[in-house]
């Protein structure tokens, strides 16, 4: 075997090992949102990450009594630790697929086994963290679940003139790739 295709090999095997690293990063826990914006990619118009945003956004017009001030509180600090967590989890993943390339034949499976548990753990993580803000959104009377709901509808327009827009970039720019 030459050099250039034990390189190719080597190449090959890293670059699946870094897509899969990469992968699993991105779909760590990021408690109030992440890399697709505020509406993070949890179901519909990511409501999972959303909740968090919208709260925070609207914390002085919620005008929170003192037990929801305490929930708030409790969920931003939650947010925040879960998001360090995410970020530990992501290095050792990291740190698994160094080990592996470090290795003349490297595990993929151990880095995938890896990469599967840190999503895993990051898919409850963002799970437990949304239910606390949705907990914390049911405690709230009926004006400030009004002020968020219309913080819903704004960012929902928004997001629906935004996709409109491209829509009109991107036939503006099929049209001026074929005319």
Not at 143 to 170: H, I, N, P
């Amino acid at each position: 075997m030459t050099f250039q295709h034990i390189f190719r090999a080597i190449a090959g095997v890293a670059a699946v090992a870094m897509a899969m690293t990469l992968g699993s990063g991105a779909a760590q826990a990021q408690p109030l949102g992440g890399p697709h914006g505020p509406g993070g990619q949890g179901g519909p118009g990511g409501a999972d990450a959303m909740i968090g945003h919208l709260l925070v956004e609207a914390k002085a017009e919620l005008k929170l009594n003192t037990a929801q001030q305490e929930m708030f509180d409790r969920a931003v600090a939650n947010s925040k630790l879960a998001h360090e967590k995410a970020r530990a989890r992501h290095s050792q993943v990291r740190g698994t697929l160094q080990a592996e390339l470090a290795k003349p034949e490297p595990n993929l499976r151990a880095v995938a086994a890896a990469a599967d548990a840190a999503m895993e753990e990051g898919r409850l993580a963002r799970k437990a963290i949304r239910d606390e803000w949705l907990a914390l959104y049911e405690r709230l009377g009926p004006e400030q679940k009004a002020v968020v709901r219309d913080r819903l509808q704004k960012r929902m327009s928004e997001g629906e003139s935004f996709r409109q827009r491209m829509r009109e970039r991107m036939h503006q720019f099929r049209e001026g790739a074929t005319g």
